[in-house]
């Protein structure tokens, strides 16, 4: 079967470092891997892209289609998204902007490269810009993964981060609302993506992170190390505690616009609090096991033709 135009042009990527031919020659070009929202599959597609001081910019255009892209569809669903420029590859959060911010980026995007403004022109819907946001390290960089604390120590960074922007956010959309003077509904003060895409993008993360642990990480560790299974049981039991405090905190910040300010802080900072206990509880079990565990994990030694493995 012959590859569509989009594969050709991700194959020619992956193959010379980032530069392709044809209508992509000399653009900047990225390979965004998003999840299927029906399907739940991966879906990968060769994007224009802006660079906008340190924020990296994509642009729903579809070439002026009346219609989103259907990789929009995908990261309103699942904001975690795999990003490739050049030969790097990295995990972002994509959150659309909204109101003026989102106004502004498009200027620069126009400026940057006219060609969306005519898309814009073409429909009467505002065409998406969506932030692709890079995790955040401690110490300057990203930490260097040789074990499976170290992976660990990763996926946890990156779940505190998401919880502190969430919290950062909701602070300024209270903020927004608590400014307004006068009569009639306060204005939106944009953020209203920002932090369901935060909140979904921890969300999703924490359930595929728990459910691997159940699956795969907590046996191997129990079998291998009884003296873990008292503290195992009880983070198993916590994951159950935490995929409820998870569905408490999605319907809390879908009532964002109405909520009461104190109270919904409040919960919101019983939940945080329960959930950084939990990575905390891990950290302090597992750490000093996991050092010891290469990762990636070292591929399975190869049978000799014809022969067969030495045990």
């Not at 660079?51 to 989103?68: E, I, M, W, Y």
């Not at 420029?85 to 995990?91: A, D, K, M, Q, S």
Request: net charge negative; charged share 25%; hydrophobic share 35%.
């Amino acid at each position: 079967m012959p590859l569509s135009f989009n594969q050709q042009v991700i194959k020619e990527f992956r193959a010379n470092e980032g530069k392709v031919g044809g209508p992509f020659e000399g653009g900047d070009l990225l390979l965004l891997t998003t999840t299927g929202a029906r399907s739940g599959l991966p879906h990968t597609v060769p994007l224009g892209y802006v660079r906008h001081g340190d924020l990296l910019l994509v642009v729903g255009s579809n070439l002026g289609a009346p219609s989103h892209p259907a990789w929009y569809h995908n990261l309103l669903a699942h904001p975690a998204v795999g990003v490739e420029i050049g030969t790097e590859e990295f995990e972002a959060v994509a959150v659309p902007a909204e109101g003026a911010r989102r106004e502004r980026l498009f200027e620069h995007v126009v400026r940057t490269e006219p060609g969306y403004g005519d898309y814009q022109s073409r429909t009467t819907r505002t065409l998406p810009v969506v932030v692709l946001e890079r995790p955040e390290h401690g110490g300057g960089g990203p930490r260097e993964v040789r074990t499976l604390a170290d992976k660990l120590l990763e996926v946890h960074t990156w779940l505190r981060e998401q919880l502190r922007h969430v919290r950062a956010e909701v602070d300024a959309h209270f903020a927004a609302r608590a400014d307004h003077r006068g009569p009639g509904e306060p204005p939106s003060p944009g953020l209203g993506l920002q932090i369901r895409q935060h909140c979904l993008a921890f969300c999703d993360s924490l359930t595929f992170h728990h459910t691997s642990e159940d699956a795969h990480v907590f046996p191997a560790l129990a079998q291998h190390h009884p003296h873990l299974r008292e503290p195992l049981d009880r983070l198993s039991e916590e994951h159950r505690t935490v995929s409820r405090i998870k569905d408490e905190l999605l319907a809390l910040l879908s009532d964002i616009t109405t909520a009461d300010p104190r109270r919904f802080r409040a919960e919101l900072d019983r939940m945080a609090k329960e959930l950084v206990a939990h990575l905390d509880y891990e950290e302090e079990w597992l750490l000093p096991v996991l050092a010891d565990v290469p990762f990636p994990p070292a591929p399975p030694a190869a049978v000799p033709a014809g022969g067969r493995s030495q045990e």
